[in-house]
C-alpha cells in the first residue's frame, strides 16, 4: 500500500484479505461464499435452489482512506478500478462499481464486461467520468455478478485494485466493456439490417412438436406468431455468413413487431418482462418446419443450450404493431458472427404472454430483424 494514490489488493498473497470485504447476495434465493484459495480469493455461488434467476451476488470494500480524494477536484483526474479474475462459467458477465455512498448514483459509474472462456486470467478495469468525492466521503468498490443461473458458480479473483489516475495518460480500460443498459440508437444508424432467417416457438411441455404454424385467426385471414409464455420460447435464427470474419463495431439491435401482450397490470418487481440470451449450443442448422424442444437440444440441459444469463431484460411494447427495439451487445454480435452464438432467444421473465408478428407473413415488414455495424 506504498502509493498514496493506490489501493491494492493481492488475494494470492493475502489470503486473509477476504476478512476485510463485505459480501452479501440479493433478489433470489442464491447462497454465497467468499473464501481464500491456491492464488485467489473465490466467490462461490449456489443457486440451485433459485427459481426465477434474478439473484445477484457481490463482494465491496471501502477505499477511500486509501486514496487521495482531494486530487478528484483536479481537471482530469479519476478513479480506476481493476480486477484480475477467472470465472467457472462462460460467456457470462460481470460488474466493477465505484460509488460514493454521501452522494448515490445509481448505477453511474458501473461497468459490466463480457468474459469469454473460464480457462484464462482476464484482467477487467473501468475509469470513472467526473466521479464526484472530497476528503470524508465513503467511497466503495465493488464487484458483482449476477443472473448466471440456477446452478453453481465460481468467480476467482487475484488482485482488485483502485486508483486515483488521470484519465488522459493512464491508458484505455482492459477487458470487453458492456455498458448497462445503454440508450436505444436509432435504427437509421445501422448499414445492416438482416430479417430473420428461421424463427419459431418450442414448447416445454409439448417436446416433440413443430409449433411453426402456431397463429391466430383474424378478419383478414391467419396471422402467424411466435409467443413467449411460461412454457413457450421463441427462437431466431440469421443467415450471417456473407459477414464471417468481419468485426462488429459497436452495439446493434433486434427489432420485433408487436401482436399482442398479456400480463398483470400491477407493478411487480422483475415481473412480467422478456429475457432476450444467445443459443449457445444444440442443432446449429435447426429449420423453422420441423425444429422442436428436444430436436433444438439434442439431448442436453436447455441450459447447456441456452445461456442461462440474459442479454438483456426488456419491457415489451404493449400496443399491437408497437415496436420492441433491444440492444445486443458489441461481444455477442461477435459471436453470432464468428458462429459461436448459433442464434438468439426469448424467454418469458415472471408471467407474461407476449406474441410477435412471424416471418411467414406477408410483406415481412414485421419480421424480427438484426441492425448492426461493421469496422471498415
Not at 467468499?34 to 440451485?48: C, E, L, N
Not at 448497462?180 to 419459431?200: K, L, N, R, S, W
Request: hydrophobic letters at 40%; glycine letters at 8%.
Amino acid at each position: 500500500m506504498g502509493n498514496p494514490n493506490q489501493f491494492f489488493e493481492d488475494f494470492g498473497k493475502e489470503p486473509q484479505a477476504i476478512e476485510r470485504w463485505t459480501w452479501f447476495t440479493g433478489d433470489g434465493s442464491a447462497g454465497m461464499e467468499f473464501v481464500p484459495g491456491d492464488g485467489y480469493a473465490s466467490i462461490h455461488v449456489d443457486a440451485t435452489r433459485d427459481r426465477r434467476n434474478i439473484w445477484w451476488a457481490l463482494i465491496k470494500r471501502e477505499v477511500s482512506p486509501y486514496l487521495d480524494l482531494a486530487r478528484l477536484h483536479e481537471p482530469g483526474q479519476e478513479l480506476r478500478i481493476e480486477a484480475c479474475i477467472r470465472v467457472s462459467h462462460a460467456p457470462r458477465r460481470v460488474n466493477l462499481h465505484i460509488y460514493n455512498a454521501k452522494r448515490p448514483e445509481h448505477h453511474a459509474h458501473l461497468m459490466e464486461f463480457d468474459i469469454p472462456d473460464t480457462t484464462g486470467r482476464h484482467i477487467i478495469s473501468m475509469t470513472t467520468q467526473d466521479f464526484d468525492a472530497e476528503p470524508g466521503d465513503s467511497v466503495y468498490g465493488q464487484l458483482a455478478l449476477m443472473d448466471w443461473g440456477i446452478g453453481a458458480y465460481r468467480v476467482d479473483i487475484a488482485y482488485m485494485k483502485m486508483e486515483v489516475v488521470d484519465a488522459a495518460t493512464a491508458g484505455p480500460d482492459q477487458g470487453v466493456q458492456v455498458p448497462y443498459h445503454p440508450p436505444i440508437p436509432d435504427p437509421g444508424t445501422f448499414e445492416h439490417q438482416i430479417t430473420v432467417a428461421h424463427d419459431c416457438l418450442i414448447d416445454v411441455t409439448y417436446p416433440d412438436v413443430n409449433f411453426n404454424n402456431w397463429c391466430v385467426q383474424e378478419t383478414g385471414g391467419k396471422t402467424t406468431l411466435l409467443t413467449i409464455s411460461g412454457m413457450q420460447i421463441v427462437i431466431l435464427r440469421w443467415d450471417l455468413a456473407a459477414w464471417a470474419g468481419r468485426r462488429v463495431a459497436g452495439s446493434g439491435l433486434l427489432a420485433l413487431t408487436t401482436h399482442s401482450v398479456q400480463r398483470s397490470s400491477d407493478e411487480l418487481y422483475e415481473f412480467g418482462k422478456m429475457r432476450v440470451v444467445e443459443i449457445l449450443g444444440g442443432d446449429p442448422q435447426w429449420d423453422q418446419t420441423t425444429v422442436t424442444y428436444n430436436s433444438l437440444c439434442q439431448g442436453r440441459p436447455i441450459d447447456a443450450v441456452l445461456n442461462p444469463q440474459m442479454i438483456i431484460d426488456v419491457d415489451v411494447a404493449a400496443e399491437p404493431g408497437g415496436k420492441t427495439p433491444i440492444t445486443i451487445s458489441r461481444p455477442v454480435l461477435q459471436r453470432m458472427l464468428d458462429g459461436k452464438t448459433l442464434g438468439l432467444a426469448l424467454r418469458p421473465l415472471g408471467a407474461i404472454n407476449a406474441s410477435f408478428y412471424a416471418m411467414e407473413n406477408e410483406g415481412k415488414e414485421r419480421s424480427a430483424r438484426l441492425l448492426f455495424n461493421l469496422q471498415g
